[in-house]
């Protein structure tokens, strides 16, 4: 029974060689904390990103590969476990923001042409504009404040 419980001790403080210790950090940055869903297990620092940081160490230190280490975490939390989900999902979450951009920057577009047209094929209101009575009363109403300025 002790020798059970030495086991994971033992592989632990084991030595990992740099291939691992990369194989370890890879993995710890692909792999969500159970707890929130929210950091990876390399960056949450619960409880449980704790434990699964020592479990993937002792699973890469044992030789199991990181396709295994990765279903063995989708087995038992499914795919929200993986920070990068793989297959259609995964294609569908990177895709979208750029759809979404291109789509609004066509609206955008069309838009600011509609305005742009718009603009043009109406006149300038002005001076130009205002028809001759127009202008005469406002002289007239001008001069009763005080005289137009020279």
Same mark, same amino acid.
């Given at each position: +029974?002790?020798? /059970? $419980?030495?086991?994971?001790?033992?592989?632990? #403080?084991?030595?990992?060689?740099?291939?691992? *210790?990369?194989?370890?950090?890879?993995?710890?940055?692909?792999?969500?904390?159970?707890?929130?869903?929210?950091?990876?297990?390399?960056?949450? +620092?619960?409880? /449980? $990103?704790?434990?699964?940081?020592?479990?993937? #160490?002792?699973?890469?230190?044992?030789?199991? *590969?990181?396709?295994?280490?990765?279903?063995?975490?989708?087995?038992?939390?499914?795919?929200?476990?993986?920070?990068?989900?793989?297959?259609?999902?995964?294609?569908?979450?990177?895709?979208?923001?750029?759809?979404?951009?291109?789509?609004?920057?066509?609206?955008?577009?069309?838009?600011?042409?509609?305005?742009?047209?718009?603009?043009?094929?109406?006149?300038?209101?002005?001076?130009?504009?205002?028809?001759?009575?127009?202008?005469?009363?406002?002289?007239?109403?001008?001069?009763?404040?005080?005289?137009?300025?020279?």
């Amino acid at each position: +029974m002790k020798f /059970a $419980a030495a086991v994971p001790l033992l592989s632990s #403080t084991m030595p990992l060689t740099p291939q691992q *210790s990369a194989e370890v950090k890879r993995l710890e940055d692909s792999l969500l904390a159970p707890c929130c869903y929210t950091q990876s297990i390399a960056q949450q +620092m619960s409880d /449980a $990103a704790e434990q699964m940081r020592q479990q993937v #160490t002792e699973m890469v230190a044992s030789g199991m *590969s990181d396709k295994e280490i990765i279903e063995h975490y989708r087995a038992q939390y499914g795919d929200r476990i993986l920070v990068v989900p793989d297959g259609n999902t995964g294609q569908v979450l990177f895709a979208f923001p750029v759809v979404v951009f291109i789509a609004s920057s066509g609206i955008l577009y069309f838009f600011l042409q509609k305005l742009h047209r718009a603009r043009r094929s109406s006149p300038t209101p002005g001076l130009a504009a205002i028809d001759g009575r127009a202008l005469q009363a406002m002289k007239k109403e001008m001069e009763g404040l005080g005289g137009i300025p020279q």
